[in-house]
């Protein structure tokens, strides 16, 4: 084991890791945010676009994010629309994203039970305030689980974006290992950068879970 590599390597990693975390921040946020917007047209069942929704889901779940970023990166490009690297990333993961945060959306939106709308609606409030005070935060605390999943299989999915020349954590790895051959100590230190992205994100996954239960929401 070489540990003077490993010490001079540390700064490169943490620079990589930034933009990996970066990248994953805005494809969550993204994600979520066209996850909902699509559950919910699922859920009112809006015509037209219930079914487009619906083609979108399938195509982003069965086709890799590898094609995808390909697609936006090289693909676009043929027909004179160019996108920066670190655009089609965060659009590649909110596009994958989207389509996982739908469907967790969609499952705690319909494990709100008919008698609660129908209470809420006899009490006068308005579909809008039904779907905020009723609807929605129950939803959430029953998607929580899915929600949490989803995100962490997004951050250890901003790996891929290495492929269309993004200075990530993988990128780096791979770009060390070619140039100096010190295989394991640069797997050691990706493994290591990896967890403490990781980690965190999941522990603080299973305390807002935690925190939802206890408010006795979802139940």
Same mark, same amino acid.
């Given at each position: 084991?070489?540990?003077?590599?490993?010490?001079?390597?540390?700064?490169?990693?943490? @620079?990589?890791?930034? +933009?990996? !975390? #970066? !990248?994953?921040?805005?494809? =969550?946020?993204?994600? &979520?945010?066209?996850?909902?917007?699509?559950?919910?047209?699922?859920?009112?069942?809006?015509?037209?676009?219930?079914?487009?929704?619906?083609?979108?889901?399938?195509?982003?779940?069965?086709? /890799?994010?590898?094609? $995808?970023?390909?697609?936006?990166?090289?693909?676009?490009? @043929?027909?004179?629309?160019?996108?920066?690297?670190?655009?089609?990333?965060?659009?590649?993961?909110?596009?994958?994203?989207?389509?996982?945060?739908?469907?967790?959306?969609?499952?705690? %939106?319909?494990? #709100?039970?008919?008698? $609660?709308?129908?209470?809420?609606?006899? !009490?006068?409030?308005?579909?809008? $305030? +039904?779907?905020?005070?009723?609807? &929605? /935060? $129950?939803?959430?605390?029953?998607?929580? /689980?899915?929600?949490?999943?989803?995100? =962490?299989?997004?951050? @250890?999915?901003?790996?891929?974006?290495?492929?269309?020349? +993004?200075?990530? +954590?993988?990128?780096?790895? @791979?770009?060390?290992?070619?140039?100096?051959?010190?295989?394991?100590?640069?797997? %050691?230190? !990706?493994? %290591?950068?990896?967890?403490?992205?990781?980690? /965190?994100?999941?522990?603080?996954?299973?305390?807002?879970?935690?925190?939802?239960?206890?408010?006795?929401?979802?139940?």
């Amino acid at each position: 084991m070489d540990y003077a590599f490993v010490a001079a390597s540390i700064p490169l990693f943490i @620079k990589a890791a930034e +933009l990996t !975390l #970066v !990248l994953a921040f805005w494809g =969550i946020s993204l994600s &979520l945010a066209v996850g909902l917007a699509c559950a919910l047209v699922l859920y009112y069942r809006i015509r037209v676009f219930d079914k487009i929704t619906v083609v979108y889901i399938e195509l982003s779940r069965n086709t /890799p994010l590898l094609i $995808q970023l390909f697609f936006l990166y090289y693909g676009f490009a @043929k027909i004179g629309i160019k996108f920066e690297a670190y655009t089609c990333a965060v659009f590649g993961l909110a596009f994958l994203g989207g389509s996982y945060m739908a469907e967790a959306f969609r499952a705690g %939106l319909e494990a #709100v039970t008919k008698s $609660q709308i129908e209470s809420g609606l006899s !009490l006068g409030l308005t579909r809008s $305030q +039904l779907m905020r005070y009723i609807i &929605l /935060p $129950q939803a959430f605390a029953v998607a929580v /689980p899915a929600l949490g999943a989803n995100a =962490i299989f997004l951050l @250890k999915e901003t790996s891929v974006v290495s492929a269309i020349a +993004l200075a990530d +954590l993988m990128f780096v790895a @791979k770009d060390l290992i070619g140039m100096y051959y010190k295989t394991t100590e640069v797997l %050691l230190l !990706l493994v %290591l950068f990896y967890l403490a992205l990781l980690l /965190p994100l999941s522990m603080m996954l299973t305390y807002i879970e935690r925190r939802v239960r206890h408010a006795g929401l979802g139940n």
